[in-house]
């Protein structure tokens, strides 16, 4: 079982920034591929970014990248995601999750955090 609790959300005006951070309770955790979801008031909840155990592969959805940026530091068993240029329409509740290689985010071997709340204000 893998506990995974974001922190770093909060509320902040159009173009400033936050970093996001997920911490996980495994002693394998570089063996687990990373990502962020974000879930908007009445919206699905959407893929974010993810990266790869190692940190060597990352991805982005398209309405993030350049903006974004995930990272990790094994030592910490540590998830993060840089927000810069914040938009109204990044507001949402942000999650973090862990799946391994080979398996999808809403696998068996998937966990997901709580999520950490970021608003947004024009």
């Known amino acids: 079982q893998v506990q995974l609790v974001e922190s770093g959300g909060g509320l902040v005006q159009a173009g400033g920034s936050l970093r996001l951070s997920c911490a996980a309770s495994?002693?394998?955790?570089?063996?687990?591929?990373m990502g962020w979801f974000r879930q908007a008031p009445g919206k699905e909840r959407v893929f974010v970014a993810r990266i790869s155990g190692n940190g060597g592969n990352t991805a982005y959805a398209d309405s993030v990248k350049g903006r974004f940026t995930i990272s990790r530091d094994n030592a910490k068993n540590s998830v993060y995601l840089q927000i810069d240029s914040l938009k109204p329409d990044d507001t949402a509740l942000y999650y973090c999750a862990a799946t391994l290689p080979g398996s999808t985010w809403y696998s068996k071997s998937a966990y997901w955090g709580q999520g950490t709340q970021v608003t947004v204000s024009s």
């Open positions: 495994t002693r394998t955790f570089n063996t687990y591929y």
